[in-house]
Every structure is written in structure tokens, then in C-alpha cells.
């Protein structure tokens, strides 16, 4: 192999020793899988600076940790109480350090139709089918999803059968178990929602820690994610994906999906945690007909770092896609959005919407924001913009006047600001867990 990137090739050999366990049937195909990933790392380099999609992101920090797989580790059903949503008490998948752990999942309240768990307890024919799914999106060769594919150890799978509607929301817990070396943990995901068929998913990242530790000085460590999720013919897909590492932690998140014709999708993305993370949103359009929401929220505060990239690409006509990304940035923070929409020629009668709001709370605090529309196709509707202010003071004033003191005041304008993102959370509970975290804008654990 050819690797001149030092530290890109020691992550690809720490990658490469991480093993899974899968039915013996498809061993194959994973050792073909991981070959090939490893082939389209060792031909790249880490991301710079100079690298125009990373231009506003510096890796530095994480080069100058070296790190290590995991070692298998547990955790008690105590911890995990307060990750748990009361809606989705019984239809919850626990993946610890990014493998499945069936004994602190429950599971029994799924309906018939759908199967929530892991690539090895898929039965022998879905596997086969499941396998045509993985690592098959247009990116797969992006440097970081393709390290994610040389050496994930488990795959959750989330699978709706055609015309199956799932009413209970499908909790997908990704918890990190901080260890004493910095670990490398690859978490992978996999969503498919047959014809006809319509679930909710909340993807959530956290960490698990002792309630009484301090959350800003766990052993760092890095989360390569990667979910996938594919919308077939009419099906619909609500996802919130809830990012909330420790100021600990690097996250990098790949979140892919496809959409056949006449498919819904829609996704609240919040990001709350890490010390650095980027989440990457591509979604690629397969059919006509598709309806697109995406709807994210950034709060950093401290240090932190937080990058969001999307591309929307609409390949056939009578797609609508509407793009809402909030970003609250305080002390000497750094947040980052930059939004693609392609509309080729063959995207007739496309309607596309794309807005970011950004709100500095201090002179420190920096963002940089990017939305793009790449327009051929002369029959369409398509809007775009940003906006970056501070807290308006004739509002603040107006709070007072009436009783309200700054700090409180403050903190009502912050609660509508992000309102418009966290009202569309299917779950209330949720919605009021983060509502409650916005108003504290701390980096205590989150309970």
C-alpha cells in the first residue's frame, strides 16, 4: 500500500485489528470490503487546512493523540438510565463503544415487520440482502468513511418491511466508554425502509461516565460514525441525530441517504458535544417526487469546534428540499456551516430552500458559513441565505422593562432562537432535555 501520511497509516493499522463477528456465509464479502477501504485510505491523506472542504477545520489537536481500539468494557443498567427516553423504553438498542449489547437493550415493543439489531442476528437471507446496502453510497471513498469501513466492529441495523408503519419511536444508542488510552471507536449504522413502509429514528451519541465526574476531563478519544439510511419507494424516515461527546472527544459523522421516488425524509440534527466534531449530511436523490427536511442545531460554547456539511443532490425532477441550520456559538468558539444544494438540468420543477442563522454571544466567538446552490436547470425554485448577528438589545431592553432580569432574559431570547429546530423533535421528552440545555449552556454531564 501506499500511505505517506504517518499518522493516517498508524489509525488504518489500529483500524485494520478490530474484528467483528458475522455469519460465515458473508466473511467474504467483509474481508473484500475492508481490502478495498483499506486501498482507497492508504492512497489519501489526512485533511488539511489547505484542503478547500476542511479550510475552516483544523485537525491539528487530533494528530497530536495517538489512538488505540477500545477494550471491551461494560457498563450497568443504572448508567444507562438517563439516556433513556420514556417513549422509547422498550424499543431501545444499546451499542457500547460502537458494538451491540443485547442485555442492555429492550427491544419488546417493536411491532411485527421490523427487525432492530445487528448484522449477526439478521437472519442468513437478510444478511445477503443487507450486504448490498453497505458501503454502496456514491462517498464511500471520503478518507474518514472509508477508515470506518476498514475496521467497524459491529453494524446496527434498523429495518422496516414494505408497508410497515411503525408508531414507536426506535432509540439508537451509541454510548462511549471513556478508557484510560485514547480510544478509536467506529460506530456504523444501517437503515432501510422498505416500500411503502414509515419509522422514526433517534440516533444518539453519549458518554458514559460516573454523574459526579468532571465531563470536561474524560480520556479523549475519537468517534468515526457512519449511519446509512435508505428510503424506498414512498417510505418515510424522521431521523434526529443528537450529538453530545465529552469536551473530551473528537466526533466525525457520515450520515448518508438515498431516496427512491415519491420518498419523505426528514432530520433534526443536533450537535451539542466534543471538544471538535464535523458532521457530514449528503443526501442523494434516486427518483422523482422526493420531499427532504433537514433542520439542525449547533450549540458550542468554551473552545469547541463544530462543522457542518450537507449536500443535497437532485438528480431527477419534482424534488423539494428545505434546509433550516441554527448555530449558537459563545466564549471562544468556533462553528461552521457550508451547505451544498446541486440542481442539474435533470431536476425539473425543483423547489430547494437553504438558510443558516448563526448568533455570536461574544467578541470571541467565530463562524463561518458557506451555503451554496448549484443551479443548470432552468425550471425551478430555489432560495438561499445567511444570516450572523449578536442578541438584539431593544429586545433584551424590552424583557427588562417588564420585569425579566438580564441573565433570564437572555436566556428566554436563546430558548426561541433555538425553538424553530428543537419544536420539530418527534419526542417531547427530548424536547425538553435539550430546551433545558440550551438555558444552562454548560458542559456538564447531560442527564
Same mark, same amino acid.
Request: with cysteine; proline share 5%.
Given at each position: 500500500?501506499?500511505?505517506?501520511?504517518?499518522?493516517?497509516?498508524?489509525?488504518?493499522?489500529?483500524?485494520?485489528?478490530?474484528?467483528?463477528?458475522?455469519?460465515?456465509?458473508?466473511?467474504?464479502?467483509?474481508?473484500?470490503?475492508?481490502?478495498?477501504?483499506?486501498?482507497?485510505?492508504?492512497?489519501?491523506?489526512?485533511?488539511?487546512?489547505?484542503?478547500?472542504?476542511?479550510?475552516?477545520?483544523?485537525?491539528?489537536?487530533?494528530?497530536?493523540?495517538?489512538?488505540?481500539?477500545?477494550?471491551?468494557?461494560?457498563?450497568?443498567?443504572?448508567?444507562?438510565?438517563?439516556?433513556?427516553?420514556?417513549?422509547?423504553?422498550?424499543?431501545?438498542?444499546?451499542?457500547?463503544? #460502537? /458494538?451491540?449489547?443485547?442485555?442492555?437493550? *429492550?427491544? $419488546?415493543?417493536? %411491532? !411485527?415487520?421490523?427487525?432492530?439489531?445487528? =448484522?449477526?442476528?439478521?437472519?442468513?437471507?437478510?444478511?445477503?440482502?443487507?450486504?448490498?446496502?453497505?458501503?454502496?453510497?456514491?462517498?464511500?471513498?471520503?478518507?474518514?468513511?472509508?477508515?470506518?469501513?476498514?475496521?467497524?466492529?459491529?453494524?446496527?441495523?434498523?429495518?422496516?418491511?414494505?408497508?410497515?408503519?411503525?408508531?414507536?419511536?426506535?432509540?439508537?444508542?451509541?454510548?462511549?466508554?471513556?478508557?484510560?488510552?485514547?480510544?478509536?471507536?467506529?460506530?456504523?449504522?444501517?437503515?432501510?425502509?422498505?416500500?411503502?413502509?414509515?419509522?422514526?429514528?433517534?440516533?444518539?451519541? #453519549? /458518554?458514559?461516565?460516573?454523574?459526579?465526574? *468532571?465531563? $470536561?476531563?474524560? %480520556? !479523549?478519544?475519537?468517534?468515526?460514525?457512519? =449511519?446509512?439510511?435508505?428510503?424506498?419507494?414512498?417510505?418515510?424516515?424522521?431521523?434526529?441525530?443528537?450529538?453530545?461527546?465529552?469536551?473530551?472527544?473528537?466526533?466525525?459523522?457520515?450520515?448518508?441517504?438515498?431516496?427512491?421516488?415519491?420518498?419523505?425524509?426528514?432530520?433534526?440534527?443536533?450537535?451539542?458535544?466534543?471538544?471538535?466534531?464535523?458532521?457530514?449530511?449528503?443526501?442523494?436523490?434516486?427518483?422523482?417526487?422526493?420531499?427532504?427536511?433537514?433542520?439542525?442545531?449547533?450549540?458550542?460554547?468554551?473552545?469547541?469546534?463544530?462543522?457542518?456539511?450537507?449536500?443535497?443532490?437532485?438528480?431527477?425532477?419534482?424534488?423539494?428540499? *428545505?434546509?433550516?441550520?441554527?448555530?449558537?456559538?459563545?466564549?471562544?468558539?468556533?462553528?461552521?456551516?457550508?451547505?451544498?444544494?446541486?440542481?442539474?438540468?435533470?431536476?425539473?420543477?425543483?423547489?430547494?430552500?437553504?438558510?443558516?442563522?448563526?448568533?455570536?454571544?461574544?467578541?470571541?466567538?467565530?463562524?463561518?458559513?458557506?451555503?451554496?446552490?448549484?443551479?443548470?436547470?432552468?425550471?425551478?425554485?430555489?432560495?438561499?441565505?445567511?444570516?450572523?448577528?449578536?442578541?438584539?438589545?431593544?429586545?433584551?431592553?424590552?424583557?427588562?422593562?417588564?420585569?425579566?432580569?438580564?441573565?433570564?432574559?437572555?436566556?428566554?431570547?436563546?430558548?426561541?432562537?433555538?425553538?424553530?429546530?428543537?419544536?420539530?423533535?418527534?419526542?417531547?421528552?427530548?424536547?425538553?432535555?435539550?430546551?433545558?440545555?440550551?438555558?444552562?449552556?454548560?458542559?456538564?454531564?447531560?442527564?
Amino acid at each position: 500500500m501506499l500511505q505517506t501520511d504517518a499518522y493516517l497509516s498508524d489509525l488504518l493499522k489500529q483500524s485494520q485489528t478490530q474484528t467483528i463477528r458475522v455469519r460465515s456465509e458473508i466473511s467474504g464479502w467483509l474481508q473484500e470490503l475492508r481490502q478495498k477501504a483499506a486501498y482507497e485510505v492508504a492512497h489519501q491523506k489526512l485533511p488539511t487546512r489547505r484542503d478547500e472542504e476542511w479550510q475552516f477545520t483544523d485537525l491539528s489537536e487530533l494528530k497530536a493523540i495517538a489512538f488505540e481500539n477500545p477494550p471491551a468494557v461494560n457498563i450497568d443498567r443504572e448508567t444507562l438510565a438517563s439516556f433513556t427516553l420514556p417513549e422509547a423504553k422498550d424499543t431501545q438498542a444499546v451499542f457500547v463503544n #460502537g /458494538v451491540f449489547a443485547p442485555e442492555l437493550s *429492550d427491544l $419488546t415493543g417493536l %411491532p !411485527p415487520g421490523v427487525f432492530v439489531g445487528n =448484522l449477526m442476528g439478521l437472519p442468513l437471507e437478510a444478511n445477503y440482502d443487507a450486504i448490498k446496502y453497505i458501503a454502496h453510497q456514491d462517498d464511500a471513498s471520503e478518507v474518514f468513511t472509508a477508515l470506518n469501513s476498514t475496521g467497524f466492529p459491529d453494524v446496527a441495523v434498523i429495518w422496516a418491511e414494505a408497508n410497515v408503519t411503525v408508531e414507536m419511536p426506535i432509540h439508537l444508542l451509541w454510548l462511549t466508554v471513556p478508557t484510560s488510552n485514547p480510544a478509536l471507536i467506529q460506530p456504523r449504522g444501517l437503515v432501510i425502509a422498505d416500500p411503502g413502509s414509515s419509522l422514526t429514528v433517534i440516533e444518539q451519541y #453519549g /458518554v458514559a461516565i460516573a454523574a459526579c465526574a *468532571d465531563f $470536561t476531563s474524560t %480520556p !479523549p478519544y475519537l468517534n468515526n460514525a457512519v =449511519l446509512e439510511v435508505f428510503t424506498r419507494n414512498n417510505a418515510r424516515v424522521n431521523h434526529t441525530r443528537y450529538q453530545r461527546e465529552s469536551g473530551s472527544g473528537f466526533h466525525i459523522g457520515k450520515t448518508v441517504v438515498v431516496q427512491e421516488r415519491d420518498s419523505h425524509y426528514t432530520t433534526q440534527s443536533i450537535n451539542f458535544g466534543a471538544k471538535l466534531s464535523r458532521h457530514h449530511l449528503n443526501i442523494w436523490q434516486k427518483g422523482p417526487n422526493t420531499e427532504t427536511y433537514l433542520n439542525g442545531l449547533t450549540l458550542v460554547d468554551h473552545a469547541q469546534v463544530s462543522d457542518t456539511h450537507s449536500l443535497i443532490a437532485l438528480n431527477h425532477p419534482h424534488g423539494i428540499t *428545505d434546509q433550516l441550520h441554527k448555530c449558537i456559538v459563545d466564549a471562544q468558539a468556533h462553528a461552521v456551516f457550508s451547505g451544498k444544494v446541486l440542481v442539474p438540468q435533470a431536476a425539473q420543477q425543483t423547489q430547494a430552500a437553504q438558510l443558516n442563522r448563526n448568533l455570536l454571544l461574544s467578541p470571541q466567538a467565530r463562524v463561518n458559513t458557506q451555503p451554496q446552490l448549484q443551479i443548470t436547470a432552468d425550471n425551478v425554485k430555489c432560495t438561499h441565505g445567511a444570516t450572523v448577528s449578536q442578541i438584539d438589545a431593544d429586545e433584551l431592553f424590552y424583557l427588562q422593562s417588564r420585569g425579566i432580569n438580564a441573565e433570564q432574559a437572555r436566556d428566554l431570547l436563546l430558548d426561541a432562537f433555538a425553538a424553530e429546530v428543537l419544536d420539530r423533535i418527534p419526542l417531547a421528552s427530548l424536547r425538553q432535555r435539550l430546551s433545558q440545555c440550551v438555558a444552562c449552556r454548560t458542559e456538564e454531564l447531560f442527564v
